[in-house]
């Protein structure tokens, strides 16, 4: 929705996009949101990445030096 919005305002018109067309898109932003909400909160995410499954799912992986931190992440972000 907030992507929908983004074009809408910059004057596109989102009507007629195939939703495969924007889910890379999508999926960073999701990422970046997270690890600045990560950062905010001083946690060590380690390497974040994307990952596409073997059923063509984006995965967004976060891999954390530490548990408690792991931890933390899912408890306050997730």
């Known amino acids: 929705m ?3 919005g983004i074009l809408v305002a910059a ?3 989102p009507v007629g ?3 495969d067309d924007f889910v890379q898109v999508v999926a960073r932003q999701a990422m970046a949101d ?4 990560a950062y905010d909160l001083g946690l060590d995410l380690g390497s ?4 596409l499954s073997e059923q063509g799912d984006m995965d967004l992986v976060f891999a954390f030096e530490r548990e408690v931190d792991a931890a ?3 408890i306050a972000i997730l």
């Open 2 to 4: 907030r992507l929908i």
């Open 11 to 13: 004057g596109e018109d």
């Open 17 to 19: 996009l195939i939703e």
């Open 34 to 37: 997270r690890v600045c909400r």
């Open 48 to 51: 974040p990445r994307m990952e």
């Open 72 to 74: 933390a992440f899912k």
